[in-house]
């Protein structure tokens, strides 16, 4: 039996390993080492792109669909689902061990658009097609909010992300409840924290207005405020899932 940090993690703690941003062959390993789930992000494909046993297969997938599809948008958004599809098929087996607990696989809409809460809705239904281990992943944001709202009473599967500040975080959570309450579902819903664009941020508005703050300090700022975001949550009942 595996017995590795990630496996005896899994059995010692609630805490769960996600891989992001893999290759198939970093995802086939991520499951061995004991990754549960995988998430990816916008640039998914260009990061694969520059991958010498990914580049081929990539770039196949978008010489078909430029041949299928007219519309520069519509094309970059199938070519990432075709991309994605490929990983999906590969946590599947997990997710049909737990269904709606693990082998989920996120898909994020186009950033150029995050601020059409109604195009938030249409990308998210269209990836939802792919398989029944897609989980969509929406910024906390005041169209995604919105658009979060439709689709919880729809049942889909949720990553809130883009949470920077704990106010996010809790808005998402509350939103949560007060939906999946008027509706009667439950789909599986994560709330992220994202700690080292903060810390870069934090960074840079210090840098820029010379405000003198110890390196070891500022590196740990997106940290401090996650443990805070995990204590605040952990206490809603029921508590939700915290992706870092």
């Known amino acids: 039996m595996n017995q590795g940090y990630f496996h005896r993690l ?12 893999p290759t198939i ?8 080492s004991g990754a549960i789930s995988c998430t990816t992000n916008p640039t998914y494909t260009a990061k694969l792109l520059k991958q010498a046993s990914e580049n081929p297969q990539v770039m196949d997938i978008i010489d078909r669909v430029i041949r299928e599809t007219k519309d520069n948008s519509q094309a970059a958004a199938e070519v990432q689902r075709q991309v994605i599809k490929r990983l999906l098929d590969v946590f599947r087996v997990l997710y049909k061990e737990k269904p709606g607990s ?3 696989v ?7 658009a995050e601020d059409d809460y109604e195009n938030i809705i249409v990308e998210a239904l269209a990836d939802m097609k792919l398989g029944d281990n897609v989980i969509a992943k929406i ?14 009473g729809e049942n889909v599967p949720i990553i809130a992300t883009e ?5 996010q975080a809790v808005c998402a959570c509350e939103l949560y409840e007060r939906v999946s309450h008027k509706k009667g579902v439950e789909p599986a819903f994560y709330v992220t924290h994202i700690t080292g664009i903060f810390d870069e941020y934090l ?20 940290t401090i405020v996650a443990r805070k975001q995990y204590r605040i949550l952990k206490e809603r009942a029921p508590p939700p899932n915290i992706v870092t």
Do not use: C, H
């Open 25 to 32: 062959e970093e995802a086939q390993k991520a499951i061995e």
């Open 106 to 112: 996120s898909i994020q809409g186009d950033p150029y």
């Open 203 to 222: 960074a840079k508005v210090a840098q820029e207005k010379q405000i003198e703050v110890a390196k070891d300090i500022l590196w740990q700022a997106g």
């Open 10 to 21: 899994a059995n010692q703690s609630l805490t769960r390993f996600w891989i992001n941003n």
């Open 139 to 152: 910024p906390v944001t005041k169209a995604g909010l919105k658009a979060m709202e439709y689709l919880i």
């Open 163 to 167: 949470v920077m500040g704990i106010s």
């Open 102 to 104: 693990q082998g989920f």
